[in-house]
Structure formats: C-alpha cells, structure tokens
C-alpha cells in the first residue's frame, strides 16, 4: 500500500526584517535584528515539511514519531519566544499535534488502510494548523 502524505500547505514569506517587527514583547535574536521567534518559525515551517514528507511505508510510523516529537518541541520554543503571542494559532497547533498522537498510537498498533488514513488526515490537520501559525508569525518579522 503506497501512501504519500503531500499537502498543499507550502507557503511563502518574503521578509527581509526591514518591514514590520513584532510587539516589544518579543526578545530579539542575537545580532539578527529579528525576534527569537522569527527563527524559530523557519524551523518550525522545515520541521513540518520534513513531516509532510516522511513515507510510512518505507519509514515505518518511527518516522513519524521523531518528526512528531521535533514538532513539538520547536512549538514549545516558539510558545516560549512568542511570550504569548499567537496563542490561537499555537493551539490550534497544539491540538492538532494531539491529534496525529492519537492517529500514530492507532497505526502503531494496528497499521492497515484505516489507521493510515487516519495518521495521513492528521498530519494535514497538523501541517495546516502550521502553516498557519508559521504564516502569522512570519508576517510580525
């Protein structure tokens, strides 16, 4: 069974740090001129690709779990640079990670076209969710 987990989440952001800059409340990175979270954003947005890109059937669910757990834990350094910014998108974030959690521990147990389906839709949901919350931050930097 052949499953390609590709969505048109792709998004482009042309910033070049001269342009807007985030609330005061956000820290700056060092000698970039931007905020932390701008950064951390960049990661976040090439985590997800990787995310969107990792081929069950070869990978096997592990694949999606280190992806899963680099996700979250860019998300937490973006929700600690943000200060609270943002907080709707990274919940939304958040939930969606729950999500695919659940979808993965279910395939984990029994992968078959059901459970696949199910990780494939969550991992849309999650790549949506960042997209958006990327998409928001990217247009504060």
Do not use: W
Request: charged fraction near 10%; glycine fraction near 8%.
């Amino acid at each position: 069974m052949a499953v390609a987990f590709l969505a048109a989440c792709s998004s482009s952001t042309t910033g070049n740090g001269a342009g807007a800059s985030a609330s005061g409340s956000v820290k700056s990175a060092s000698g970039s001129g931007q905020p932390a979270v701008c950064k951390t954003a960049n990661d976040l947005k090439a985590s997800l690709q990787d995310l969107k890109n990792v081929n069950v059937k070869e990978n096997g669910t592990s694949a999606v779990s280190a992806q899963l757990t680099k996700v979250k834990q860019e998300l937490q350094t973006l929700r600690t640079d943000a200060h609270g910014q943002y907080a709707t998108q990274v919940d939304a974030l958040s939930t969606a990670l729950s999500g695919l959690s659940t979808s993965l521990s279910a395939a984990g147990s029994h992968l078959n076209s059901t459970t696949v389906t199910a990780l494939a839709s969550s991992i849309a949901s999650v790549a949506a969710a960042g997209t958006n919350l990327v998409t928001t931050v990217s247009n504060t930097c």
